[in-house]
């Protein structure tokens, strides 16, 4: 799901980083709206390390093997935190394990981020639903915000490295091996749904606050 | 009786000024030769062999391979594909020294890895007869090249992620101690990396 380097022209590089610096000032913006920035940040600085290990584990899906992101996870719990929390994790990963890679990381944070964003929004949509079922309802968005989150990061993922593939490769070959990836990440979805659905009902068991309304 | 000399009837006299002008055009103009000579050479040369993994450890099967030399990075100097183990072989140019690039790539994973050629003499070539045991001796000189990370080593890998974690759990310790509602978020005990 990391871009590494070397595999982007360097004008979407360069456009990524400049989203990415949009995305973050926007989501800052928003943050510094609550009553207490600050509050978030335990939560925050937590679900990031989670993050930043959930690229080692990784889940065999024949012929390939797929790693968790859990960046639909962390939109849906984090809010507008999700986006600098992706961001950070996100540059460890690239200077401590080369993980993606320092030019692509604004790329990297945008397929990441912004998916995380929009979950959060599907995450939020539970409210127009007030039924008596307020656990079932909360898990089944939680389920589709943490699925949805990563199917876009993947869907994005894919347009941009297929409409990039460079002249001297096979370019058959490429695209059935980028097929085969993009096919191994719809277990992924579920997994990731699953998780992200079993997450919100621990914390709205253990302090609903955490949550956020 | 009377023995008649053997007078050819028109039907024969034909017949026969057709065969033997048909002899004589074959004769003069010979159908193209079919060989079956094969000549086979080989050459004992240096080879590199490239073995492309992912950073856990697995083989990039069929990865594709583009090799460019160091006098012309723009222009693939070779292309192939990795085997099912993610190992690729090739024979550089001895003449051309200097960084040889090999890209792998597959599926938007990949990576570059440079090797240093350092110039030598060409190994002689030799003609071969045509059997099987003609096998080419290759001196490889093997460089493992791991995509999307430089170490398979489990050990500094881990040290690392734990110290990562670390940082970012002390940051949720550090943030909580401000907070008025108390803890913030469920405590991990972790170990901490000396």
């Known amino acids: ?43 925050a600085s937590l679900l990031t390390a989670a993050f930043f290990v959930a690229s080692w584990i990784h889940i065999p899906v024949p012929p390939v093997s797929v790693h968790l992101v859990l960046n639909g996870l962390l939109g849906t719990v984090l809010g507008y935190y999700a986006f600098p929390a992706i961001l950070i994790g996100l540059f460890f990963q690239a200077i401590m394990f080369g993980h993606g890679g320092l030019t692509t990381l604004g790329v990297n944070a945008i397929l ?4 995380a964003l929009i979950a959060y929004q599907i995450f939020q949509m539970r409210h127009w639903f007030k039924t008596q079922w307020g656990n079932i309802t909360l898990s089944l968005f939680a389920f589709l915000a943490g699925g949805i989150g990563l199917g876009l990061a993947a869907a994005i993922f894919f347009v941009l490295i297929i409409t990039t593939i460079p002249g001297e490769l096979d370019v058959t070959t490429e695209k059935n091996a980028i ?18 659905a079993m997450l919100v009902i621990f914390l709205n068991r253990v302090k609903p606050e955490l949550i956020g309304d | ?25 074959t004769l003069g103009n010979p159908l193209p030769a079919i060989a079956h000579g094969v000549q086979l050479t080989h050459q004992t040369l240096e080879a590199v062999e490239v073995q492309a993994l992912f950073d856990n450890g697995d083989p990039i099967s069929n990865a594709q391979i583009t090799v460019y030399a160091p006098t012309d990075p723009e222009t693939p100097w070779q292309e192939g594909t990795a085997d099912k183990n993610g190992r690729f072989l090739f024979a550089p140019d001895p003449s051309l020294a200097g960084n040889w690039a090999v890209r792998v790539r597959q599926a938007g994973h990949g990576a570059i890895l440079n090797v240093a050629i350092a110039p030598g003499p060409s190994p002689e070539a030799a003609v071969a007869p045509p059997d099987a045991t003609g096998v080419p001796e290759v001196a490889p000189s093997s460089q493992t090249l791991s995509v999307r990370s430089p170490s398979v080593n489990p050990l500094p890998t881990g040290l690392a992620i734990a110290s990562g974690v670390w940082g970012f759990v002390g940051t949720a310790l550090f943030f909580s101690r401000f907070n008025g509602n108390g803890r913030g978020g469920p405590r991990k005990k972790e170990d901490s990396v000396a």
């Open chain 1, 1 to 43: 799901m990391h871009i590494p380097d070397g595999i982007l022209p360097a004008s979407l590089c360069i456009a990524g980083y400049g989203a990415t610096g949009a995305a973050t000032w926007y989501s800052l913006r928003q943050i510094n709206r609550d009553r207490n920035p600050q509050a978030q940040i335990p939560k």
């Open chain 1, 112 to 115: 990441m981020g912004i998916p």
């Open chain 1, 179 to 196: 097929y085969g990836l993009m096919l191994a990440h719809i277990p992924l979805m579920l997994i990731e749904g699953l998780f992200t």
């Open chain 2, 1 to 25: 009786m009377i023995n008649r000399p053997n007078t050819p009837t028109a039907a024969e006299a034909v017949l026969w000024a057709f065969a033997s002008g048909l002899f004589a055009w």
